[in-house]
């Protein structure tokens, strides 16, 4: 089915598509789909965390979200009418004006998933 990597161009596809000062907002229902989208955020504002703190840094590039650096949590009171909701966190960006770019799958903690 490929879930997350239709997650991934999703996401690349709403970079591409919003203008500066634009805001994404990703709603995930599922840990692993949250992480991916975390980090999708966290490389897309330039605060993706170095793999080795001995590897040479790498050039810098203009970053393209302003993101919040905590998931938004639905409040007892949204949970109370809509118990589907507790598993719910919503993540939020606001687009810069640099170019939108490809993004570097493995950065993203996309689960390795094994065909049967």
């Not at 001995?54 to 009418?81: G, H, L, M």
């Amino acid at each position: 089915n490929d879930e997350f990597g239709q997650l991934v161009d999703g996401l690349e596809a709403a970079e591409r598509a919003l203008k500066a000062d634009g805001w994404l907002a990703v709603v995930s229902f599922h840990s692993l789909e949250d992480r991916v989208v975390k980090r999708f955020f966290q490389a897309r504002s330039g605060k993706g965390g170095a793999a080795n703190r001995y590897q040479p840094e790498k050039a810098e590039e203009a970053p393209r979200f302003t993101a919040r650096n905590k998931a938004i949590p639905p409040k007892a009171d949204e949970i109370a009418r809509n118990p589907r909701a507790r598993s719910a966190n919503l993540r939020v960006g606001r687009r810069t004006a640099a170019p939108a770019g490809p993004v570097d799958r493995s950065k993203l903690g996309l689960p390795k998933l094994v065909d049967v």
